[in-house]
C-alpha cells in the first residue's frame, strides 16, 4: 500500500486549499483513509477519516466545519478541502490508511506527509 501526498503550500489567513492522496496497491473497498496533521512542537493529530466504499466521513472537533474530507474511486485519490484558514492550522498534513474500515484514527500504512503554512 502507498500513499502519496501532495498539494500543500504557503497561503494567507482566510484562504482555501486543497490537499490530495493518491492511493495505490492494493484493492481499498474495506478500507478507511483518514487526514492527520502535526504542527510544530506538537504531537501528530486526527484531523478526518472516510470510508472508502461507503464514502461515510468522520471529523474531529477541530474540522469546525471548516474542512471536508473526500475521495474519488475512480482517480484512487482522497482530498481535504480546507476553507478560511488560520495560522494555527499550519503543519505537514499526513494521510494514512486503515485496512479495517474502523480503526481511521491508528493507521496501519502512512504518506509521507505535505506542508501547509498560513501566514498571518
Known amino acids: 500500500v502507498q500513499l502519496q501526498a501532495s498539494g500543500g503550500g504557503l497561503v494567507q489567513t482566510g484562504d482555501s486549499l486543497r490537499v490530495s492522496c493518491a492511493v495505490s496497491?492494493?484493492?481499498?473497498?474495506?478500507?478507511?483513509m483518514g487526514w492527520f496533521r502535526r504542527a510544530p512542537g506538537k504531537e501528530r493529530e486526527f484531523v478526518a477519516a472516510?470510508?472508502?466504499?461507503?464514502?461515510?466521513?468522520y471529523y474531529s472537533a477541530l474540522a469546525e466545519d471548516r474542512f471536508t474530507i473526500s475521495r474519488d474511486i475512480s482517480k484512487n485519490t482522497m482530498y481535504l478541502q480546507m476553507k478560511n484558514l488560520k495560522p494555527e492550522d499550519t503543519a505537514i498534513y499526513y494521510c494514512?490508511?486503515?485496512?479495517?474500515?474502523?480503526?481511521?484514527?491508528?493507521?496501519?500504512?502512512w504518506g509521507q506527509g505535505t506542508q501547509v503554512t498560513v501566514s498571518s
Open positions: 472516510i470510508g472508502w466504499r461507503g464514502g461515510t466521513a
Open positions: 494514512g490508511a486503515d485496512p479495517t474500515g474502523t480503526h481511521y484514527r491508528t493507521p496501519r500504512y
Open positions: 496497491g492494493h484493492s481499498f473497498s474495506d478500507y478507511a
